[in-house]
């Protein structure tokens, strides 16, 4: 399986580090041209997700809290949360009906992820930007 990742251009996407983090886990990095969040639209409607589920309701003190409320949600949204767009599925059951394996976040690569994405302490959540896709 070949994994691509998806973001927009913020400064830790364009980052050396994230580069060479793709590089090493042998991902295809793209970037959606500037002002242009359409061509991201699944993971745009996830961050309003996201944002109106989670983080609007909550305030984390530690990074350790808020991977663990993520990593719940990321949970719900793929496993429970019923989609419209996915036959009234969710998408791990959707997957199944279509017979798609789809490439989920492990743990690890999730920490990864919110290492790299941390900023100041925190994480700041309308920069994580992200969509991965299996071709």
């Not at 060479?20 to 969040?37: L, V």
């Not at 109106?52 to 809290?65: S, Y």
Request: with cysteine; proline share 4%.
């Amino acid at each position: 399986m070949h994994a691509v990742i998806r973001t927009d251009n913020g400064p830790q996407f364009v980052s050396r580090l994230f580069g060479d983090m793709c590089e090493s886990w042998e991902m295809t990095y793209e970037r959606i041209p500037p002002k242009t969040p359409d061509l991201n639209a699944f993971i745009e409607s996830f961050h309003s997700n996201i944002d109106r589920d989670l983080f609007r309701k909550e305030a984390f003190n530690t990074f350790e809290e808020a991977y663990e409320a993520v990593d719940r949600y990321m949970d719900f949204y793929n496993n429970r949360r019923m989609h419209t767009s996915l036959r009234n599925m969710p998408p791990a059951t959707f997957a199944e009906y279509c017979n798609i394996k789809i490439l989920s976040m492990t743990s690890d690569f999730m920490r990864k992820i919110f290492r790299l994405l941390r900023l100041g302490g925190r994480i700041d959540e309308k920069r994580i930007n992200m969509h991965i896709l299996q071709c």
